[in-house]
Nanobody, 124 residues
Framework: QVQLSESGGGLVQPGDSLRLSCAAAGRTFTMYNLAWFRQSPGKEREFVAAISRYSVTTKYTDSVKGRFTISRDNAKNTMYLQMNSLKPEDTADYYC?????????????????WGQGTQVTISS
């Protein structure tokens, strides 16, 4: 199995940027497709972005396209989410997740491993 740990959250103003990191430990990092999800109070966990094992495929939810960029550094066992032009509606707890199916999926139920989450708050 793989252990995931997020960092980089915080409180920023609308229009600012943040970069989240997800560090992995355990089994071979390149076994897994990786993703970011987010969850706000009272809402279901929502897909944000996903990336395949060797970064060939990336997927984004429509609301973050053009603003967020997912990437991974397999040599460092780390995944990133660069978030630009942040909006108040981006406020949520952000989670990284891993799964080892053949295709990149956007469904949280398909992900086997999860981090503890990092809080992102966008407020003026």
């Amino acid at each position: 199995q793989v252990q995931l740990s997020e960092s980089g959250g915080g409180l920023v103003q609308p229009g600012d940027s943040l970069r989240l990191s997800c560090a992995a430990a355990g089994r071979t990092f390149t076994m897994y497709n990786l993703a970011w999800f987010r969850q706000s109070p009272g809402k279901e966990r929502e897909f944000v972005a996903a990336i395949s094992r060797y970064s060939v495929t990336t997927k984004y939810t429509d609301s973050v396209k053009g603003r967020f960029t997912i990437s991974r550094d397999n040599a460092k066992n780390t995944m990133y989410l660069q978030m630009n032009s942040l909006k108040p509606e981006d406020t949520a707890d952000y989670y990284c997740a891993a799964e080892n199916s053949r295709v990149v999926t956007t469904t949280p139920q398909n992900y086997d491993y999860w981090g503890q989450g990092t809080q992102v708050t966008i407020s003026s």
